[in-house]
């Protein structure tokens, strides 16, 4: 159930948004302190609620990155990506003082030392923070699960290859997408171009994907799979584009602006 | 009524013949030599007449370059003769039979030495190229002397060439078929060729194309076919131009032929 009032939420703050901004954290977390990260969103998911609703923001999202503990490569993805997600970039410049918000959140539900203490906990349980922003390009609707079906969360980086990329994604790829949606298979799709990244980021990437597929579903195959325009247009889509970042995650909180 | 018979043969011919073998020949002539040239051509073609309806053949036209000036004119063939064969067991019947015997039944009436001063009438110099048809519009027009057609040149430059053609490029010369602004479209291999006078082609090209306009598009015709191009359109046609290199387009005009 809370599944599904979330995914009515996402629908609603991500459908309408064709120039929102978003944030990426991807964070690997300091060694043995996976459970006081955890305690550390726990205290963010409040905040961060009272801030979507005082329109400081947007939306907020955590997600925990899937890994293969045989694989090397596979180890050294993130722990943990936030999104943040705003309205457009004046609402992201707005100057907040996060503290004093966290303490209006917490005011007569913990105590003051309680509070200062689990405050202070922010800054250390992060070993490493890279950041990517993102300007939203382009996405489907929302295709709300099934009540008690899972969704996965494919997080995709690219390389754009040649100027045909963007068109390829939002006038070829889309159409996918969509036809995937409308045969119950996909949640969402969007596709976002990077405007900024942290020095540390990955700085090939130039945009990114995020499929949300729904459980359970079946393979799926294009209608137009066997015409040849349908092959080529795969071929040179694929062409125009390098994967560089290939995430499965899992979400762990989410708020969003109920509007 | 000939006219109209002869073109519903022209498309009987042409449209169910996708294995068709065509050997198409080019000639030199001195200006001195054309008229001359012509009147050989016009004893041949009583000769095809005949072959076609003892099924040695499949048809057989003769077409004139046209330049625009001496200049590009210069060092490059005048006639074109086109042999059209069903498949090589055709072809290798009408190679079969001793040809000069076989024309002078046919050219009965003539006195042997007007026989031989036509059979000696200058044949210019000569390179032939051996095609197979791959694929071709339907015929519906209406051939006539002075028909123009393009004879386009390509060299392949990757495996998806001929699907490009034949899977799209087709489909675009249907549409102007469809509109007036075409009215044929054909799609031929280079099987081999045997070059025995100076050429302008360096042996490399791999397919040839011939179109047949039809009258010339509107502005409204000519945005929609370029301007307000969907970018699938847009990108097959881009990807499709890429995997040919275009060497050159020659233009001919009809001056006889058999069916």
Partial sequence: MKKQILSIIFILSLSFSSSQLISYEAIWVNDGMEEDYLSVEELWSEVKKQAIADDIQDFWVVFKVEKDSTNPESMKKPDYIVFNGFKDDEQRKKQTNWKELAMKVYKGKMSKRKFEKAWEKTPTVRKETRNFLVERLDNTMWSAPEEGQSLDFRFNGFQALNDDYENYEMKFFKDWHEKRTNAGLQAWWEFNKVINRSKNANQEVTHFTLDILKDGASEYEHPDSSLFTHQMLVKNGVASRKRIIGDKMTMLYSHFQQN | ?259
Avoid: C
């Fill in chain 2, 1 to 259: 009524m000939k006219k109209y018979i002869l073109s519903t043969l022209f498309v009987l011919s042409i449209s169910i013949s996708f294995s068709q073998l065509i050997t198409h020949t080019s000639v030199r002539v001195d200006d001195s030599e054309r008229e001359s040239y012509l009147e050989l051509e016009e004893f041949w073609s009583k000769i095809h007449e005949q072959a076609i309806k003892d099924e040695y053949s499949d048809g057989w036209m003769l077409w004139e370059f046209t330049y625009k000036d001496d200049e590009e004119a210069k060092g490059k063939p005048d006639f074109l003769i086109m042999n059209f064969h069903k498949d090589s067991v055709q072809r290798q019947k009408g190679y079969s039979i001793d040809i000069k015997e076989y024309a002078r039944k046919i050219h009965s009436n003539l006195s042997k030495r007007n026989f031989e001063k036509k059979w000696n009438l200058p044949r210019g110099e000569r390179n032939n190229y051996r095609l197979i048809r791959l694929d071709n519009t339907n015929w519906i027009s209406t051939l006539e002397k002075g028909n123009e057609i393009y004879l386009n040149v390509f060299k392949a430059l990757n495996d998806d060439y001929e699907s490009y053609e034949m899977e799209y490029f087709k489909k675009m010369a249907e549409k102007q078929i469809v509109n007036g602004t075409r009215k044929w479209w054909e799609f031929n291999k280079i099987l081999s060729s045997n070059i025995n006078t100076e050429t302008s082609l360096d042996g490399s090209q791999t397919h040839v194309t011939i179109d047949m306009p039809g009258r010339t598009p509107t502005e409204e015709e000519r945005k929609d076919m370029w301007e307000n191009r969907s970018f699938i359109d847009k990108m097959m046609q881009k990807n499709g131009s890429a995997s040919r290199e275009f060497v050159k387009r020659y233009n001919l005009k009809l001056v006889m032929w058999q069916f």
